[in-house]
């Protein structure tokens, strides 16, 4: 699948690792649709670079439908989805107030893992439609989880089980999606520098920097968006979850 000329639809794309996401396409000829939060920075992304942005709610069915009706009659089609729009949540099970809220787990799971698949359905249904390729494909879809979903962290239950879900479905959705010429991968990343970290002390983003093997660095967002485009365009990558971490193993804590 050519960037140049498709349309991809990116969710969380007004921040971090999806803005990041919608100015490679951008940059590399495709037509972007920005689906984030109303309140989010989406306008301004979407003007910078040439796209459209799309208020929802990814874990609103009919919010969800209504954006990608804006982006096939507005850009043309719906070639790619990037799903990057969730949440970090840090709660322990066990904490000295009691237990864990359920509705922080609820909630990470519905954002995380429902909000992705909401997504993935809706956007599966309309890349169906469209004409293949010279190589049979119709769309190509890219979740992303994280290395909580193989390592998680004292506090990530709630975060670490909506990411595993990811990466747990994204085989059984490949293979659902195979004979409708509809790819679907997913990123783990590692440690990014993102809108989420900054909120962290520079002493801590030193910290986590450190246990980075190589390179000894936060991830960069444009990292993200560089494997994000290679993805789109190997067609072989398929029914994958890729780490992208620099070779961390996160410890307990």
Same mark, same amino acid.
Do not use: H, N, W
């Given at each position: 699948m050519k960037i140049r000329g498709s349309v991809a639809l990116v969710t969380g794309g007004a921040s971090g690792l999806g803005e990041a996401?919608?100015? %490679?396409?951008?940059?590399? *000829?495709? %037509?972007?649709?920005?689906?984030?939060?109303?309140?989010?920075?989406?306008? %301004?992304?979407?003007?910078?670079? +040439?796209?459209?942005?799309?208020?929802?709610?990814?874990?609103? *069915?009919?919010?969800?439908?209504?954006?990608?009706?804006?982006?096939?009659?507005?850009? +043309?089609?719906l070639q790619i989805v990037v799903n990057c729009a969730g949440v970090g949540t840090a709660a322990r099970t066990i904490t000295k107030q009691g237990? #864990?809220?359920?509705?922080?787990?609820?909630?990470?799971?519905?954002i995380n893992l429902i909000g992705t698949f909401n997504v993935i359905r809706l956007a599966a249904a309309r890349m169906a439609e469209s004409a293949p390729n010279e190589e049979g494909e119709r769309g190509v879809i890219i979740n992303t989880a994280s290395v909580a979903a193989f390592e998680?962290?004292?506090?990530?239950?709630?975060?670490?089980?909506?990411? *595993?879900?990811?990466?747990?479905?994204?085989?059984?959705?490949?293979?659902?999606?195979?004979s409708l010429g509809v790819r679907c991968v997913t990123i783990? !990343? *590692?440690?990014?520098?993102? !809108? #989420?970290?900054?909120?962290?002390?520079?002493?801590?983003?030193?910290?986590?920097?450190?246990?980075?093997?190589? !390179?000894? %660095?936060?991830?960069r967002p444009t990292e993200f968006a560089a494997l994000a485009a290679h993805i789109v365009e190997n067609a072989m990558l398929n029914g994958e979850t890729i780490r992208l971490d620099g070779a961390i193993r996160m410890p307990p804590k």
């Open positions: 996401t919608v100015r %490679r396409f951008a940059e590399g *000829g495709g %037509r972007v649709a920005i689906l984030d939060r109303p309140q989010s920075e989406g306008e %301004r992304v979407a003007k910078e670079t +040439g796209g459209i942005f799309c208020p929802a709610d990814v874990t609103s *069915g009919e919010q969800v439908e209504q954006a990608l009706k804006a982006t096939v009659e507005k850009l +043309g089609g237990a #864990m809220p359920l509705e922080i787990f609820k909630k990470t799971v519905e998680g962290q004292i506090g990530q239950a709630a975060y670490s089980a909506s990411k *595993g879900g990811v990466v747990s479905m994204t085989l059984p959705i490949a293979r659902d999606l195979a783990a !990343p *590692g440690t990014f520098d993102t !809108p #989420m970290l900054a909120l962290l002390s520079e002493e801590a983003r030193v910290s986590l920097a450190k246990d980075v093997p190589f !390179p000894r %660095r936060l991830g």
